[in-house]
């Protein structure tokens, strides 16, 4: 039959043939719960979240098993759609209150809800049922690092290891606590296994020979784009160092990167990375190596000294830096000040990372000041309530949100940037603008694990909070430190006078 044919190509991993089998499965029976389960895993597999959500839905009204609800579930996250994910496991451990599966994914997502806290009973609930499980221990070691509960998330990475070897999101979390603590060599090396994980892997797998070191006198490289903005704003501070020593080297980036690469690497070519196929290297001679950019530190930022002391490395469009300084000047006398307060994603401590513009409000109140948006996103109902409720003026120009070489610009005529950690911190650094990062006690590896300077970026300074979710103290230290450069205008803008 069509089902028993889908079912067979969605085991094989054939989800294409799986649902084409499926759907004229469908067509025969709308109602029949085995058809709309089965397309609905096919279409999840395929990237068809939306698809897959509306067939698992029509499953459980008539079929409310334990299994279509944890497959719901996972569809929910994908989508992002947390409270409606944790609304599915729930009532799969309802069904069945021994489902270690469903149990797992939802100590994840209520770590992702920004509650690790809550994550904990339910993952030693699964652990009680199978105390070896691998995913039970990994997510109880990301809920332990939430709550900075370093050693005892550190152990259970490693007590992980000694299970599973081949773990490789244990071995990439294992590189982000070495890397935390300036352990660069070790830490590399772990961070090699991100090219196993799935969820990281937006590289092309080319058939050239990786880089792993050898000298590159008269050679030709090709450096592979990979991950978000952020990262590829960081690591591109490895490239002057590839472009000394190097014949030719060729630069995949993402799109909205391009232009800025270009003119800041002119020794390279820049091309704008495409997720779905290659670049067309057809006009290309043969490369020698290739290297994806997060592979560029293991060789050249084994240690503390390694990293540069820069004054910036991204160079943006002078012609804009002076249009955006004519317009920052009609605002009037005074410091002109970018602002970006909310960072990352559920699945990347999004919650943890960001801070309200109510919050935000005492820096508003400090005179001779005007704040300029570096929010990503469409924030502009969020910016107009904040303005009707507290009367506070914080400027957004949207032509700029929407284009990286323009906020580039922006960010260049600043005087300063106040911001979380998201990618605003990585550009002003990589500009070599000076920029206040607010950073939460448990902090992401790229802002080490203390102190208040940042290894990539010599004109960042770090403000930290000292308990979870404690903004106040830093909203404290970031006020007395503007009022501090407003009275002292002579002092760059660089790392803040501490508060008294």
């Not at 090709?222 to 000394?244: K, R, W």
């Not at 309200?356 to 910016?383: H, K, M, N």
């Not at 106040?418 to 990618?423: A, H, K, S």
Request: charged share 20%; with cysteine.
């Amino acid at each position: 039959s069509a089902l028993a044919a889908g079912v067979e190509s969605l085991n094989a991993g054939d989800f294409t043939g799986a649902r084409r089998c499926l759907q004229r499965a469908l067509s025969l029976n709308q109602q029949d719960p085995e058809i709309t389960f089965h397309l609905g895993i096919a279409e999840a597999r395929s990237g068809n979240l939306d698809a897959a959500q509306s067939l698992l839905e029509r499953t459980r009204a008539n079929r409310d098993t334990t299994e279509v609800n944890n497959a719901l579930g996972n569809v929910q996250r994908l989508l992002g759609h947390l409270d409606g994910a944790a609304t599915s496991y729930n009532r799969a451990i309802a069904l069945d209150e021994n489902n270690i599966a469903a149990l797992v994914n939802l100590g994840l997502t209520l770590r992702d809800l920004g509650t690790p806290a809550q994550a904990l009973p339910i993952l030693d609930q699964a652990l009680v049922l199978s105390p070896r499980n691998v995913d039970a221990l990994f997510n109880k070691a990301l809920a332990l690092g939430d709550l900075a509960e370093s050693e005892a998330a550190r152990q259970l990475i490693e007590d992980i290891l000694c299970i599973d070897p081949h773990f490789a999101q244990a071995h990439l979390q294992r590189a982000f606590m070495l890397l935390k603590r300036r352990e660069f060599q070790e830490g590399w090396n772990e961070y090699a296994w991100r090219v196993r994980i799935p969820e990281v892997d937006h590289w092309q797998d080319y058939d050239i020979p990786l880089w792993q070191g050898e000298s590159l006198t008269g050679k030709r490289i090709l450096i592979q784009a990979e991950q978000g903005l952020g990262d590829q704003i960081m690591f591109a501070s490895c490239l002057p160092d590839v472009l000394a020593r190097t014949e030719q080297t060729v630069i995949e980036c993402d799109p909205r990167l391009a232009k800025l690469f270009a003119r800041s690497f002119p020794r390279a070519k820049v091309y704008r990375h495409r997720i779905e196929g290659a670049p067309d290297w057809s006009s290309e001679p043969v490369f020698d190596f290739r290297a994806r950019t997060g592979d560029l530190p293991r060789m050249l930022r084994k240690n503390d000294v390694d990293f540069p002391l820069h004054d910036g490395y991204l160079i943006a469009d002078s012609a804009r830096v002076s249009a955006w300084r004519k317009r920052l000047d009609m605002l009037g006398s005074g410091l002109k000040v970018g602002i970006s307060w909310r960072g990352g994603t559920p699945g990347t401590n999004g919650s943890m990372r960001s801070v309200s513009l109510d919050r935000l409000l005492p820096l508003f109140l400090v005179e001779g000041t005007y704040f300029i948006s570096l929010q990503y996103g469409a924030v502009g109902a969020e910016i107009s309530d904040f303005r009707a409720q507290h009367g506070a003026v914080l400027h957004e120009w949207v032509d700029a949100n929407a284009d990286m070489d323009d906020i580039a610009a922006l960010t260049s005529a600043l005087d300063l940037t106040i911001t979380v950690c998201t990618t605003a911190a990585h550009l002003s650094g990589a500009l070599g603008k000076p920029a206040w990062v607010m950073v939460p006690a448990v902090a992401e590896w790229r802002y080490l694990e203390s102190g208040i300077e940042m290894s990539w970026y010599p004109t960042l300074r770090l403000l930290r909070q000292t308990q979870l979710n404690a903004w106040e103290p830093v909203l404290l230290a970031v006020k007395a430190a503007l009022v501090h450069r407003i009275q002292n205008p002579s002092v760059p803008s660089g790392r803040p006078k501490p508060s008294a």
